[in-house]
């Protein structure tokens, strides 16, 4: 859980990361007095400081609750890595889309969470929970198991050792995902079988800078037997593609 270590007396930019931080994948939505438990900070110091947050765009209202606000999410697209994936994957993604109208994420790994950097969905997709700046459990999302297939030996300890259940289909077992983990690495790509959402399946594969793999991409779709082999293969022209533009 997020929570405020800094020293008494810490600076205004101090408690806005704090209120921030009180924000992560399974706390997306909070109420004011969750934030100020979850920063460590006085209520009445987070009723002023969210309101001010509010004002700028960097928090937004959501019926009693507060979620982070686009105007931070645009912020962040400016990081270079982010908007030099965003821009060599978005012709790629748009035709794979054009091709198949199941929806398309990019995605790359921030910790130990998948953060979507792009979504591309229409009427004919699939219903996901995927959204642009989400930020979702690696080990329940196809292009997360293969940003934690390929993430450093501390990330995947990390990860294996607190599995929590998405949906009944969620792999919790340790034991079985690392040697998902290593399918993945073996031939990859990496399939999903409803472990984020109910009646959705996806197909990933990796996007590679030299022999670095930089993001993830994937798409959803109804059937995964029958739809499994065409998706790998125009994913992956789709990633080596992105892979030569970067």
Avoid: C
Avoid at 21 to 48: C, E, K, Q, V, Y
């Amino acid at each position: 859980m997020a929570g405020n270590t800094r020293k008494p007396g810490a600076s205004v930019v101090g408690r806005v990361v704090d209120l921030l931080d009180a924000f992560d994948p399974t706390h997306r939505h909070l109420p004011l007095t969750a934030i100020a438990r979850r920063s460590g900070l006085p209520l009445s110091t987070t009723h002023r400081m969210v309101a001010e947050l509010v004002a700028q765009g960097l928090l937004a209202k959501d019926g009693s609750d507060y979620v982070i606000g686009r105007h931070l999410w645009d912020i962040g697209l400016l990081a270079p890595v982010q908007a030099s994936l965003r821009e060599a994957a978005s012709p790629f993604l748009h035709d794979l889309f054009a091709a198949s109208l199941a929806a398309v994420h990019l995605a790359v790994r921030e910790d130990d969470v998948v953060l979507y950097l792009e979504s591309l969905s229409g009427r004919a997709s699939v219903t996901t929970v995927h959204r642009i700046g989400s930020r979702l459990p690696l080990h329940a999302t196809g292009v997360g198991k293969v940003l934690l297939a390929h993430a450093p030996d501390d990330v995947r300890r990390r990860v294996l050792a607190d599995l929590t259940a998405v949906t009944p289909h969620t792999i919790t077992d340790p034991r079985a995902l690392d040697a998902q983990l290593e399918r993945i690495r073996r031939q990859g790509w990496a399939t999903t079988e409803q472990e984020m959402s109910l009646g959705a399946f996806s197909v990933a594969v990796p996007v590679r800078r030299g022999e670095e793999v930089v993001a993830a991409i994937g798409v959803v779709v109804e059937n995964l037997e029958r739809d499994r082999g065409r998706a790998v293969s125009a994913l992956q022209v789709a990633a080596q593609g992105i892979g030569r533009t970067l």
